[in-house]
C-alpha cells in the first residue's frame, strides 16, 4: 500500500510540474467568462430589425394592427422587466436580460415599391430593399405580407438573411394571437375581455433558499456560477494524454 502512495504522489508531482496543469488551471477561469458571455454578447449586440408589414388584400385588412399591438405588448413587458428590477436596485441586470430577451423589431412604412407594387416588379422592389448594397437609410431587414388563407391569418416573409427566423417567430405569435381573438370575439366575448384574455400574463414569482437573498431570485442569481462549466481538461489536450475527467 505504501508503494502505490509513493508511485501516486511521483506521478502527481511530475503532473504538477507540467506546463499543461498550469495552463488548464489559468484556461478554467477564461474558458467560463468566454463561454457564457459571448453567446450573450452577441445577442445582445445584434441590431433591430427594420421590418415592413403589407396587408396583401381586403381580407387582410386589420392584422398590421394585430401586428402592431403584439409588438406593444412585448416592449410593454420588457419595460416592466426593467421597471421591476430597478426598484429592487437590479437595473444593469435588467437591462443586460431585456436586451437579450427583448424584441428585436422595429415595424417601418413599407416602400411605395413594394406595397402598390405587384408580380414581377414587387419582387425586384423586396430584392432591392433587402440587398446589402442599398444604402442603409433605404435597406430592410425583412418584409412581411399579410393575407388570410381559408379565412385564417398567414403571412410570407422575406428576409434579408436565409437563417433570420426572429421575424417568423415574432409574426407567427403575433397572427396566433389575433386568430385567438378573433374565435372569443365571434363566440360572443366581449371584445375587451377577449383583448384581456389575450394580453394577460400572471406574475409568478420564483423562490429558492440558494438565492443570494435567501428568498426571491433575482436577476443576478441566473447568471449560471463558474462551477456550472466543464473543467478546462474538456477544452483542450494541455493536461494530460489521457481522458478529460469530465
Do not use: H
Request: net charge positive.
Amino acid at each position: 500500500m505504501k508503494r502505490t502512495l509513493l508511485i501516486a504522489r511521483r506521478e502527481y508531482v511530475a503532473y504538477a510540474k507540467t506546463v499543461g496543469f498550469w495552463l488548464s488551471l489559468l484556461a478554467l477561469p477564461l474558458f467560463a467568462v468566454l463561454g457564457g458571455g459571448i453567446p450573450l454578447l452577441i445577442q445582445s449586440a445584434e441590431p433591430i430589425k427594420a421590418v415592413a408589414v403589407v396587408e396583401d388584400g381586403p381580407n387582410a385588412t386589420g392584422l398590421a394592427a394585430a401586428v402592431r399591438a403584439s409588438l406593444q405588448s412585448d416592449l410593454d413587458r420588457q419595460n416592466e422587466r426593467l421597471r421591476e428590477a430597478a426598484e429592487k436596485g437590479q437595473a444593469g441586470a435588467g437591462r443586460a436580460v431585456a436586451s437579450i430577451s427583448g424584441p428585436k423589431i422595429r415595424l417601418v412604412a413599407p416602400p411605395p415599391a413594394i406595397a402598390e407594387a405587384t408580380g414581377p416588379a414587387r419582387d425586384a422592389a423586396i430584392k432591392t430593399a433587402l440587398a446589402k448594397e442599398t444604402p442603409k437609410d433605404r435597406r430592410l431587414d425583412a418584409v412581411v405580407f399579410l393575407s388570410r388563407v381559408d379565412g385564417k391569418p398567414a403571412a410570407q416573409v422575406w428576409t434579408g438573411r436565409a437563417n433570420d427566423n426572429d421575424v417568423s417567430g415574432f409574426i407567427r405569435g403575433a397572427l396566433r394571437d389575433a386568430r385567438r381573438t378573433e374565435l372569443l370575439t365571434a363566440a360572443g366575448v366581449a371584445p375587451a375581455v377577449a383583448q384581456e384574455v389575450q394580453s394577460f400574463r400572471p406574475e409568478v414569482k420564483a423562490f429558492s433558499p440558494n438565492a443570494a437573498s435567501g428568498g426571491e431570485i433575482s436577476m443576478r442569481d441566473r447568471i449560471p456560477p463558474s462551477s456550472a462549466w466543464p473543467p478546462a481538461s474538456c477544452y483542450g489536450p494541455w493536461s494530460s494524454p489521457g481522458p478529460p475527467s469530465c
